[in-house]
Structures are given as structure tokens and as C-alpha cells.
């Protein structure tokens, strides 16, 4: 069984910047993509960025502003945003998949970002 926690989310400026974590129980080693979603409210899930054995991927959106990283001794994955704006508000999920298949079968519970203009 998969547990994701995250955390390190809040309440930052226009311009701001925040660092998620994602703390990983259970069979998630190095091989599992490790990836972050975010929900905007009225609006669907979206995909933000991914890693896996040290390869990453990312939303063109955030790309220049958000990097992924993780600690496999920590088995914690991090998501450090920054320049953040008022539209990166959402809920950001950490999620899990095995292999490289990207199907996404583990969830966390969500962390809330909010950035005030």
C-alpha cells in the first residue's frame, strides 16, 4: 500500500515563492514516477510536473517557474514554485505511479496554495 502526504502549503504573495513536499510510504522506490497535479476551483485537474530516476517533466506553463526534485533517502518528493501568481491557485496533489506507465493509482490528499495579488 502507497501513502502520500503532502505538505508546505499556504497563503504567499504575488511573486512569491513556496516549497511542497510529498512524503512517500509504502513500495515507492526510485523506480515509481513521483508527479504533482494541481485543481483550481471550477475547474479540472491538471498536470503540473513529474520525475522519475532523474528525469522530469513539466507543464509548459510552469516549466521556467517550478522545479521537481526528490530525496530518496528521504523518499520525499518536492515541488519548489516559484514567481507564483494569483491562477496558480489551486489544490496541488502528489501522486504516484509505477513504473513509467503514468497511471496514476496513489493520491495524496491535496495541500492548498493561495497566492493574493
Known amino acids: 500500500q502507497v501513502q502520500l502526504v503532502e505538505s508546505g502549503g499556504g497563503l504567499v504573495q504575488d511573486g512569491g515563492s513556496l516549497r511542497l513536499s510529498c512524503a512517500a510510504s509504502?513500495?515507492?522506490?526510485?523506480?515509481?514516477?513521483m508527479g504533482w497535479f494541481r485543481q483550481a476551483p471550477g475547474k479540472e485537474r491538471e498536470f503540473v510536473a513529474r520525475?522519475?530516476?532523474?528525469?522530469?517533466a513539466y507543464a509548459d506553463s510552469m516549466k521556467d517557474r517550478f522545479t521537481i526534485s526528490r530525496d530518496n533517502a528521504k523518499n520525499t518528493v518536492y515541488l519548489q514554485m516559484t514567481s507564483l501568481k494569483p491562477e496558480d491557485t489551486a489544490v496541488y496533489y502528489c501522486?504516484?505511479?509505477?513504473?513509467?506507465?503514468?497511471?496514476?493509482?496513489?493520491w495524496g490528499q491535496g495541500t492548498q496554495v493561495t497566492v493574493s495579488s
Open positions: 509504502g513500495r515507492t522506490d526510485a523506480s515509481y514516477t
Open positions: 520525475w522519475r530516476a532523474g528525469s522530469t
Open positions: 501522486a504516484a505511479a509505477r513504473g513509467a506507465t503514468l497511471k496514476w493509482g496513489y
